[in-house]
Antibody
Framework: EVQLVQSGAEVKKPGESLKISCKGS????????IGWVRQMPGKGLEWMGM????????RYSPSFRGQVTISADKSITTAFLQWSSLKASDTAMYYC????????????????WGQGTLVTVSS | DIVMTQSPDSLAVSLGERATINCKSS????????????LAWYQQKPGQPPKLLIY???TRESGVPDRFSGSGSGTDFTLTISSLQAEDVAVYYC?????????FGQGTKVEIQ
């Protein structure tokens, strides 16, 4: 069974750093792109970027480039999303997602979602 | 970026009745080389992550009830729930995957009337 299990909720202060995780299991972790999607409180969904754990090739949405860092450690089948200096506006639910692969081609829609990690940034 | 606009923002439908959600993209998401529309639909129930319902605009994901159907092409798409059940109360999102970044509509909340 494919599973993406995310780390627990975080409460941080503005200016602090944070790294959240997403552990994949039940499939070949290095063969599928993993993405991150933000959902601000009461709002819609925004794709932030993605990583190919096989070679750590990483792509970012222009809206999030420079604001976050996406990484992965294939030895522990885990992807990460990190901030170096959090802002109150980073308060949101963050989902990791598996991007679909059909006949060796990857498409940017998402067949598996993690349960979400709620990040709260408040002084 | 391609802008996805859904309508209505919310709708209330009686149990057993049809629910229809529209999604419009700011440019065509029909890829001419394979004649496929790069459009997906998701369902998000309260407190849960979204769930993939439909891709290629009209292909149901495995396990999705056949009361859910998708249609449309180019820039205009529709998600139809043919006979609304209580468990269908959720927010529904369309999403294109024609270019990077993929973008979502703002969501349509479906409630029971």
């Amino acid at each position: 069974e494919v599973q993406l299990v995310q780390s627990g909720a975080e409460v941080k202060k503005p200016g602090e750093s944070l790294k959240i995780s997403c552990k994949g299991s039940g499939y070949s972790f290095t063969s599928f792109w993993i993405g991150w999607v933000r959902q601000m409180p009461g709002k819609g969904l925004e794709w932030m970027g993605m990583i190919y754990p096989g070679d750590s090739d990483t792509r970012y949405s222009p809206s999030f480039r420079g604001q976050v860092t996406i990484s992965a450690d294939k030895s522990i089948t885990t992807a990460f999303l990190q901030w170096s200096s959090l802002k109150a506006s980073d308060t949101a639910m963050y989902y990791c997602v598996r991007q679909v692969e059909l006949a060796t081609i990857t498409y940017n829609y998402f067949d598996y979602w993690g349960q979400g990690t709620l990040v709260t940034v408040s002084s | 970026d391609i802008v996805m606009t859904q309508s209505p923002d919310s709708l209330a439908v009686s149990l057993g009745e049809r629910a229809t959600i529209n999604c419009k993209s700011s440019q065509s998401v029909l890829y001419s080389s394979n004649n496929k529309n790069y459009l997906a639909w998701y369902q998000q129930k309260p407190g849960q992550p979204p769930k993939l319902l439909i891709y290629w605009a009209s292909t149901r994901e495995s396990g999705v009830p056949d009361r859910f159907s998708g249609s449309g092409s180019g820039t205009d798409f529709t998600l139809t729930i043919s006979s609304l059940q209580a468990e269908d109360v959720a927010v529904y999102y369309c999403q294109h995957y024609y270019t990077t970044p993929p973008t979502f509509g703002q969501g349509t909340k479906v409630e029971i009337q």
